[in-house]
C-alpha cells in the first residue's frame, strides 16, 4: 500500500484504536478514524471500563499464543502503566456443571506445558490453597481448579485513553461526535469510496476499515449473522478506603460458573463483579436486513437483571460474604461481537474493492489492543487474509451455536425486561 493514500477508520474502540496506532507507528500518513461517541474512551465500547483480564488461558493454543505476545507487548512503556500482574485464580464452584469444569481443563492444559509458565500454576483443591494466594478471602469458597502468577488485568480505560493520545501524537485525525449512516460506493457499486454521517459531511478514503463492535451489522447488514451482538453484564460496589485497601493486590478471581471480580479500582474504589452468562441478545426489527431482524446494543445500557444481580450475591458470598447484601452500582451490559467460532473476522468484504472488516470480538479482544492492530496492517498490506480462520465465513450462523467457554443460554434482552434493575438515585447519594 502506498503509506500516504487515505485510510478510513470507523469505530475508536479496542479494534479501530489500535489499527489506527500500528498504521500510523508504521509510517502511515493520512489515517483518520470517525467514532460516534462525544467522549473519549467511547461510551458504548467494551473497552470503556475500568478493567479487564489479561491472561493466557485459551480452549486453543493458537490464542495462547497471541495472548502471550500481547501480554509482552503489555509490558512496553506505552502499556506498562496500565498492567497489573496481579495473578489469576481459576476455578469451579463445587456445584459447576461439566461444560465448566471441561472449559477450565482445556485451558490450562493450553498452558501448563509452556516455558513461561514454569512455577507460576498451582493447582487448588482446598479452602487452604485459596487462602493462600489470597487471605482476603473469608467466605466458604469449596472451589478446585488452579492460581496462575503470570497473569492479571489493565486498566481499561486509562490504556485506550494513553493509545488515543499516541494516535493523536502520531499524526492520526479522530472526530468524535461522528456517527456514520452509511457507506459510499462507486457508481458500479462495487467499490466503497467512504462514508457518509448523520451531520451530512462525506469522508472519502481509498480503504475504508470497518471496526464497529457490536454495532457493525447496521452498517454492513451482509454480514448477516456471522456475527452476533452479545451483551454481558457488570456491577459495581463501593467500598470505602479502608475496604479497598483490605482488598489491594488481590488476584484476578474467577469462579468458571459463577462469575468474577478484580482487586478495588485505585481512583473509585469500586469493586467491579461480573456474574458467569452466555450473554444478552437485543433483537429488534431493522430495514438494513431481508429477515427484518437484527441483535443490536440497545440506546440504554444502564441496567443488570435480578437473575445476574442474584448471581453477583452467590459470587460474593462465597468469597466476600460481608459484601454480599451491599448496593450494586454502576450496572450496565457490555456488548460485543461474538462469531460462531469465537474467532476474529479480519477481511476484504467480498465483492467490496477497498473495505475491510475488523470483527468478532467474542469478549476476548481488549487484552490483544497492543498488538491487534498490526494483524490488521499485514492485511492491508498483502491485500487479503492468509489466515483461514479469521477469513470472511459466509453462511456462519453465530446464533445458533452453543459456545463453549461461556457458561449458561444466551437471553434476549426480552426476556429479562420485567428483571430489569437500575441504580437508586438515593443509594449513590449516601456513599
Same mark, same amino acid.
Given at each position: 500500500m502506498d503509506k500516504q493514500a487515505s485510510i478510513l477508520i470507523l469505530g475508536a474502540g479496542t479494534f479501530g484504536l489500535s489499527t489506527a496506532y500500528h498504521l500510523a507507528k508504521a509510517g502511515?500518513?493520512?489515517?483518520?478514524?470517525?467514532?460516534?461517541?462525544?467522549?473519549?474512551?467511547?461510551?458504548?465500547?467494551?473497552?470503556?471500563?475500568?478493567?479487564?483480564?489479561?491472561?493466557?488461558?485459551?480452549?486453543?493454543?493458537?490464542?495462547?499464543?497471541?495472548a502471550l505476545e500481547a501480554m509482552n507487548a503489555w509490558k512496553s512503556p506505552l502499556f506498562t502503566p496500565y498492567?497489573?500482574?496481579?495473578?489469576?485464580?481459576?476455578?469451579?464452584?463445587?456445584?459447576?456443571?461439566?461444560?465448566s469444569k471441561i472449559s477450565l481443563q482445556k485451558s490450562l492444559d493450553s498452558i501448563r506445558q509452556r516455558p513461561e509458565f514454569e512455577n507460576k500454576i498451582t493447582p487448588v483443591n482446598s479452602r487452604d490453597d485459596i487462602r493462600k494466594v489470597a487471605p482476603a478471602f473469608d467466605g466458604p469458597m469449596l472451589w478446585k481448579g488452579y492460581f496462575n502468577s503470570y497473569a492479571g488485568y489493565a486498566h481499561a480505560a486509562d $490504556? =485506550? %485513553?494513553?493509545?488515543?493520545?499516541?494516535?493523536? &501524537?502520531?499524526?492520526?485525525?479522530?472526530? /468524535?461526535?461522528?456517527?456514520?449512516?452509511?457507506?459510499?460506493?462507486?457508481?458500479?457499486?462495487?467499490?466503497?469510496?467512504? $462514508? =457518509? %454521517?448523520?451531520?451530512?459531511?462525506?469522508?472519502? &478514503?481509498?480503504?475504508?476499515?470497518?471496526? /464497529?463492535?457490536?454495532?457493525?451489522?447496521?452498517?454492513?447488514?451482509?454480514?448477516?449473522?456471522?456475527?452476533?451482538?452479545?451483551?454481558?453484564?457488570?456491577?459495581?460496589?463501593?467500598?470505602?478506603?479502608?475496604?479497598?485497601?483490605?482488598?489491594?493486590?488481590?488476584?484476578?478471581?474467577?469462579?468458571?460458573?459463577?462469575?468474577?471480580?478484580?482487586?478495588?479500582?485505585?481512583?473509585?474504589?469500586?469493586?467491579?463483579?461480573?456474574?458467569?452468562?452466555?450473554?444478552?441478545t437485543h433483537y429488534h426489527h431493522h430495514h438494513a436486513t431481508s429477515s427484518g431482524l437484527l441483535s443490536l446494543p440497545p440506546s440504554d445500557n444502564s441496567f443488570v437483571a435480578a437473575r445476574d444481580e442474584a448471581a453477583i450475591r452467590r459470587l460474593l458470598r462465597e468469597t466476600l460474604p460481608e459484601l454480599a447484601e451491599r448496593p450494586l452500582v454502576g450496572r450496565r451490559v457490555c456488548w460485543c461481537a461474538d462469531t460462531a467460532d469465537s474467532e476474529y473476522v479480519i477481511d476484504f468484504?467480498?465483492?467490496?474493492?477497498?473495505?475491510?472488516?475488523?470483527?468478532?470480538?467474542?469478549?476476548?479482544?481488549?487484552?490483544?489492543?497492543?498488538?491487534?492492530?498490526?494483524?490488521?496492517?499485514?492485511?492491508?498490506?498483502?491485500?487479503?487474509?492468509?489466515?483461514?480462520?479469521?477469513?470472511?465465513?459466509?453462511?456462519?450462523?453465530?446464533?445458533?451455536?452453543?459456545?463453549?467457554?461461556?457458561?449458561?443460554?444466551?437471553?434476549?434482552?426480552?426476556?429479562?425486561?420485567?428483571?430489569?434493575?437500575?441504580?437508586e438515585d438515593a443509594v449513590e447519594a449516601k456513599l
Open positions: 502511515y500518513t493520512n489515517v483518520t478514524v470517525l467514532e460516534k461517541s462525544a467522549t473519549f474512551p467511547p461510551e458504548l465500547s467494551a473497552g470503556n471500563d475500568l478493567n479487564k483480564i489479561i491472561r493466557a488461558e485459551y480452549e486453543d493454543p493458537f490464542y495462547a499464543e497471541l498492567y497489573h500482574e496481579t495473578g489469576y485464580l481459576l476455578c469451579n464452584s463445587a456445584g459447576a456443571p461439566e461444560k $490504556a =485506550m %485513553t494513553a493509545v488515543y493520545s499516541a494516535c493523536i &501524537a502520531l499524526g492520526v485525525t479522530i472526530h /468524535l461526535n461522528s456517527t456514520v449512516q452509511n457507506l459510499t460506493y462507486s457508481d458500479s457499486g462495487d467499490i466503497c469510496t467512504g $462514508a =457518509m %454521517t448523520t451531520k451530512g459531511t462525506h469522508y472519502t &478514503a481509498s480503504t475504508t476499515i470497518l471496526t /464497529l463492535g457490536a454495532s457493525l451489522a447496521s452498517i454492513l447488514p451482509q454480514i448477516k449473522r456471522q456475527i452476533i451482538a452479545k451483551g454481558s453484564p457488570v456491577a459495581h460496589i463501593q467500598l470505602t478506603p479502608r475496604e479497598a485497601a483490605q482488598l489491594r493486590g488481590i488476584p484476578v478471581t474467577y469462579a468458571r460458573d459463577l462469575g468474577f471480580f478484580f482487586e478495588p479500582d485505585v481512583r473509585t474504589q469500586q469493586l467491579k463483579l461480573c456474574p458467569a452468562n452466555a450473554g444478552y468484504v467480498p465483492g467490496k474493492k477497498g473495505l475491510v472488516v475488523v470483527t468478532g470480538d467474542s469478549a476476548h479482544a481488549f487484552k490483544m489492543l497492543p498488538t491487534l492492530g498490526a494483524w490488521v496492517r499485514e492485511v492491508l498490506e498483502r491485500g487479503r487474509q492468509d489466515r483461514e480462520r479469521w477469513r470472511w465465513k459466509e453462511g456462519s450462523d453465530a446464533a445458533g451455536v452453543d459456545i463453549s467457554w461461556r457458561v449458561g443460554k444466551t437471553t434476549d434482552l426480552q426476556e429479562v425486561r420485567d428483571e430489569i434493575r437500575r441504580d
